[in-house]
Nanobody, 124 residues
Framework: VQLEESGGGLVQLGGSLRLSCAFS????????ISWHRQAPGEQRELVAS???????DYADSVKGRFTISADNAQNTVYLQMRSLEPEDTGIYFC???????????????????WGEGTLVTVSS
């Protein structure tokens, strides 16, 4: 299974973007899927997460502005970002800690994998 992030880009202060984390196979179940970001010269930080029963969690810096959601039919996890600030600039990565998927070889577990990231730039 592979995952691919998309939806990044350049946006002005106060703008919105929706990031997508799309899985290449049908997802049967997952433990936690999360979005992380890494600003230039900074460490990667957790932004938002969603677990297999739909519970969500957010970093304090994005609460009330970002929303994480999962579309099981599309095998995609989204991150809706509103009221963007320059401090939100960075590469956004999707991470899955443990998920069960169905591929051509049947059902398999995939553990601890990351996407390549998508760049978000917020200008002031």
């Amino acid at each position: 299974v592979q995952l691919e992030e998309s939806g990044g880009g350049l946006v002005q202060l106060g703008g919105s973007l929706r990031l997508s984390c799309a899985f290449s196979e049908r997802i049967i179940s997952f433990n936690t899927i999360s979005w992380h970001r890494q600003a230039p010269g900074e460490q990667r930080e957790l932004v938002a997460s969603i677990n297999g029963i739909g519970s969500t969690d957010y970093a304090d810096s994005v609460k009330g502005r970002f929303t994480i959601s999962a579309d099981n039919a599309q095998n995609t996890v989204y991150l809706q970002m509103r009221s963007l600030e320059p401090e939100d600039t960075g590469i956004y990565f999707c991470h899955s800690d443990r998920l069960l998927y169905e591929g051509t070889s049947g059902r398999r577990w995939a553990v601890d994998f990351w996407g390549e990231g998508t760049l978000v730039t917020v200008s002031s």
